[in-house]
């Protein structure tokens, strides 16, 4: 496998020798909806992962692949967003903002901020966790003298994606959004990552809702414009769901995807931010994240893979077992959180159980002795 510094040496290598200096556009104008209540006052590209926003992980991930250069395309909540990155420079990015209002549907998005886009270019859907090669997505792309390339990804359901019927060759023949069971001829689906000719925009109405998926990539194929399908073995997730958000972070701190933790390593798979005092007859069996100045009792049980955010005390006796806790969240005593998400300023009282599939939004408050059965959402 290739470290990143030699990845970083090939892409610049590759970009340089084409003079480019390559543009990415992040879609992260939508409201979240199937993530409520965790984006009720979060946008999804801000929700946290291994303590810190989504949107992070994802522009390190791109600088990785020495694209600096990144344009959001934001609708819901931009301040939030923008607040946090401000110019880019403290994340090492160059990061312009265009704000739509109303939504302009993802393709109309990106027409939207066109002024931005002379060169080939990149556009991500702001909430899919990857580590494709982008390099050689890249080279496939001008290798094919594709218009539009779209990473493609297999996935056991294919009905609640984008499914992307291509030829030997790689050519697409069809696009079907969101298809009916029988109407999904492969699982083979739109991986919300494509690399885009500039050219392609003036099939794009200005002003108007338009989308890639049933918009532009229908009305491509129908005028003859070469689309390709690129196939990679990639890592990929959409944390469109609570069950893929808890879903990644397990990939994650059980290493299934390279990616260093913060905080310093306090045991086998237990990273531990600054200014934390955990009791001595705590028990942490890793893989577990405890972020800055949380303070953990004694015979308190944290069980990984699970993350703890900034500030959170854990009582005396509690069991957090397969969990993600965001910050400032306080569980009293013998409180037991399973395979759940408790999200900021959550109070819990003592003795309460908190059952596996819950998601706890924001500032909920959960007396003592209650039990919140599979699945409740808060
Ligand atoms: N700026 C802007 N404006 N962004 C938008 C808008 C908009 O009007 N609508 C959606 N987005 C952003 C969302 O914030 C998200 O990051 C991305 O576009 C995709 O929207 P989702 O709502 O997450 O779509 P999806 O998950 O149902 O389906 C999409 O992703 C699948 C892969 O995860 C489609 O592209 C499918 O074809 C694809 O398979
Ligand atoms: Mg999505």
């Not at 100045?293 to 069980?303: F, L």
């Not at 900021?344 to 003592?368: A, H, K, Q, T, Y």
């Amino acid at each position: 496998m290739l470290s990143n510094e030699q990845i970083v040496e090939d892409v610049l290598e590759y970009w340089w020798e084409k003079g480019e200096d390559v543009k990415a556009v992040i879609l992260v104008g939508g409201e979240g909806t199937r993530l409520r209540p965790l984006t009720f006052n979060t946008p999804k590209s801000m929700v946290p992962i291994l303590n810190r926003p989504f949107l992070e992980h994802m522009i390190e991930y791109l600088k990785g692949h020495a694209i600096n250069d990144i344009i959001l395309a934001l609708c819901y909540r931009p301040d939030h967003i923008q607040r946090y990155f401000g110019d880019g420079s403290k994340f090492g990015v160059k990061l312009t903002y265009v704000v739509e209002d109303p939504p302009l549907g993802t393709a109309g998005a990106v027409k939207n901020l066109e002024e931005h886009l002379d060169e080939t270019f990149f556009v991500f859907n702001g909430d899919i966790f990857t580590d494709l090669d982008l390099t050689a997505m890249m080279k496939f792309h001008r290798g094919e003298g594709s218009k539009v390339s779209i990473a493609l990804t297999p996935v056991e359901d294919p009905t609640t994606y984008g499914v992307v019927e291509t030829n030997a060759e790689g050519k697409v023949k069809r696009f079907i959004e969101k298809p009916s069971p029988d109407a999904a001829t492969t699982n083979m689906i739109n991986a919300g990552a494509y690399i885009v000719e500039p050219d392609v925009l003036s099939h794009i109405p200005k002003g108007l809702n338009f989308t890639f998926e049933r918009g532009l990539f229908p009305l491509l194929l129908e005028r003859g414009v070469p689309v390709y399908g690129y196939q990679s073995d990639a890592y990929w997730i959409d944390i469109g769901t609570p069950e893929s958000y808890l879903k990644l972070h397990h990939d994650l701190l059980m290493g299934r995807v390279a990616k260093g933790f913060p905080g310093e390593r306090a045991g086998e798979g237990i990273w531990v931010e600054e200014g934390c005092d955990i009791h001595p007859q705590a028990e942490l069996k890793g893989p577990i994240i405890i972020g800055r100045n949380c303070v953990i009792g004694s015979r308190a049980q944290v069980k990984g893979p699970s993350v703890i955010g900034q500030g959170c005390r854990i009582g005396k006796g509690c069991l957090i077992d397969e969990a993600i806790v965001w910050q400032n969240t306080c569980l009293g005593q013998g409180v037991s959180l399973r395979r759940c998400v408790v999200a900021e300023n959550v109070f819990i009282g003592d003795r309460s159980r908190v059952m596996e599939g819950c998601v706890l939004g924001d500032n909920v408050v959960v007396g003592p002795d209650e039990k919140l059965t599979r699945g409740t959402k808060l």
